[in-house]
């Protein structure tokens, strides 16, 4: 798979990224049971989405996988990326894959929110999505192999009980310690790197564009161009250096960043609070506009102006 050959995963390359999906290859027909690997891609950077894959096959092909070449993405160079997710895709009666491409205003609202979803509990919800739907299409699984970053027995014990009659292996390294695994990380690798390399910003209008809206049944076509924000991305972790100068060069001080960027990292935060403009919140102290508010809508210290006019305390007093 060259670079300028589209990646299936990639739905429409010509859309933003503006909520999270889920992607299913073709389901493959050889007779089962399958094993499936889990892997992650792009956990830790500042910028663009987290990718969670995962990849499948008959527990009778695993010697032919053994000969694939798959390994942990991050050892292999793009090309040979690319060049695997087409090995991927070349045999769907016995090879499958899919990915949950988490939006990063989906990890930045639900680091956000409170009480807060941090990133370990969005990423179990991505794995046990990926596996419950390769389920659902009608896969057998009997052999499930995670990587994972953190704590292993707890997370294995609580897959193993949300699918029972699964063996279930969470090691850290699993991507280079199984094939499959490893298939699934190419798969993450390769659905991820497309999105941050093509990303089209939401929040811009192209300023030099050829389009039209589709007007008496005619499409027209709308050709990404310049827009205020650099492309030069790097690889969008915070110890890129090309990453950093665009943390820097795109910040405005007023409207802040577009959607590509993670609000909830610290990286973030501290450039917010050091060079944007400061922003007084009600909840902050203005207690002038709540009392205001109270005053405009007959509402004063909780009580509406009809209760405090009769001198009503509860209901019971009806």
């Known amino acids: 798979m060259s670079s300028d050959t589209a990646v299936p995963s990639i739905i429409d390359p010509t859309s933003p990224l503006s909520a999270s999906y889920t992607y299913h290859s073709p389901k493959p027909t050889a007779d089962g049971p399958y094993i499936l ?32 070449g798959f ?100 090691t850290a390294k699993a991507d280079s310690k199984f094939k499959i695994v490893g298939a699934a990380s190419v798969a993450a690798k390769v659905t991820r790197d497309a999105w941050v390399e093509g990303w089209i910003f939401e929040e811009s209008v192209p300023r030099n564009f050829a389009s039209t809206s589709q007007q008496n049944g005619t499409h027209i076509e709308t050709k990404k161009s310049d827009y205020p924000w650099s492309d030069a991305l790097g690889s969008g972790y915070p110890s890129d250096p090309n990453t950093k100068a665009w943390v820097k060069s795109s910040l405005d001080p007023t409207f802040g960043y577009p959607s590509l960027v993670r609000f909830s990292w610290t990286t973030i935060k501290v450039v917010l609070e050091k060079d944007a403009h400061a922003v007084d919140w009600i909840d902050d102290g203005q207690a002038s506009l709540v009392k205001a508010f109270e005053t405009s809508t007959g509402r004063e210290k909780g009580r509406c102006l009809v209760t405090r006019d009769l001198s009503l305390k509860s209901v019971g007093m009806l």
Do not use: H
């Open 37 to 68: 690997g889990v892997d992650e891609a792009g956990r830790g950077p500042v910028l663009g989405p987290m990718v969670y894959g995962v990849a499948y096959c008959p527990v009778a092909y695993k010697e032919d996988l053994d000969n694939l």
């Open 71 to 170: 390994a942990d993405s991050k050892t292999l160079k793009a090309d040979t990326r690319s060049n695997l997710l087409q090995t991927l895709c070349s045999d769907p009666e016995n090879l499958a894959w899919s990915v949950r491409v988490l939006s990063p205003q989906a990890i930045s609202s639900g680091m956000l929110r409170r009480p807060p979803i941090n990133l370990n509990r969005q990423s179990e919800d991505a794995t046990i999505l990926l596996i419950r739907e390769v389920l659902q299409s009608g896969i057998k699984l009997s052999e499930v192999y995670v990587d994972a970053l953190g704590p292993t027995k707890a997370w294995e014990a609580t897959l193993s009980a949300q699918f029972p009659g699964i063996s279930f292996t969470v």
